[in-house]
C-alpha cells in the first residue's frame, strides 16, 4: 500500500487520550459523547472518565474495509444528540474526513475531537491532540499484538 506505519500501544493510546481531555475540558460542559464506532469507543471511554462524563451515544458510519476505503455507508444513526448542540463526537482519527463529514452533516452543532488527524481529514475536526502524515497507517493497539522481530543485522540482509 506503499504506507509507513505507526504503532500505538496501550499506554500510549491511554496518554494521547488523556491529553486530548485536558483540551476538551475548558471547552464544556458537555452534554454527551457521541462515538463514531468502533474506533471512537475506547477512545470516547477515556475521555468520558477523564471529563466526568456518563453519558455515551453511538454512531456508526462503515468506511473502511481493512486499509481499503469504500463509500460511507450510515449503519447506526445517533438517537440521543439532537442537533449536536453541546455534545462532543469522539474517533480514534481522522485520515480522508470521509468518516468526520458524515457524522458532522447528522450532528452540525456537536464538537468534533480525535485523537490523531492526518493533514487531509483535518479541517473536519475541531480538536486533536496528534498529526501524522498522510502516508502513515496507524496500528491502534486494539487491531495489534506483541510478535518476535529478527534482529537489526539479519533482517538489513533481507530488504537492505
Ligand atoms: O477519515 P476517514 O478516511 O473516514 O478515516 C477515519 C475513519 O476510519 C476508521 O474507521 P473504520 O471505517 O475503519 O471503522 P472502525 O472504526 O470500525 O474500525 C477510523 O476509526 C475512522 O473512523
Ligand atoms: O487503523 C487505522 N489506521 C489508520 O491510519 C486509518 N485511516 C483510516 N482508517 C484507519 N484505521
Ligand atoms: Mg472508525
Known amino acids: 500500500m506503499g504506507h509507513r506505519y505507526y504503532t500505538v500501544t496501550w499506554d500510549q493510546l491511554h496518554r494521547d487520550g488523556r491529553a486530548l481531555a485536558w483540551k476538551l475540558l475548558p471547552l464544556g460542559p ?12 475506547i477512545p470516547s471511554a477515556i475521555i468520558a ?6 453519558v455515551i451515544e453511538t454512531v456508526s458510519v462503515i468506511t473502511y474495509d481493512e486499509e481499503t476505503r469504500g463509500e460511507p ?7 440521543a444528540a439532537g442537533s449536536g ?16 463529514r458524515v457524522v458532522r452533516a447528522l450532528l452540525p452543532e456537536a464538537h468534533l475531537a480525535t485523537i490523531y488527524a492526518k493533514p487531509a481529514g483535518k479541517p473536519m475536526v475541531d480538536t486533536y ?8 497507517w496507524i496500528l491502534f493497539p486494539w487491531d495489534t499484538e506483541p510478535q518476535f522481530t529478527p534482529p537489526i543485522a539479519k533482517a538489513r540482509n533481507g530488504d537492505g
Open 30 to 41: 458537555w452534554a454527551g459523547i457521541v462515538a463514531i464506532t468502533r474506533g471512537g469507543l
Open 49 to 54: 472518565r477523564e471529563l466526568d462524563c456518563r
Open 73 to 79: 455507508r450510515l449503519s447506526k444513526p445517533p438517537t
Open 85 to 100: 448542540a453541546g455534545w462532543l463526537i469522539v474517533d480514534d482519527l481522522v485520515d480522508t474526513g470521509t468518516t468526520a
Open 129 to 136: 491532540v496528534t498529526e501524522v502524515s498522510q502516508d502513515t
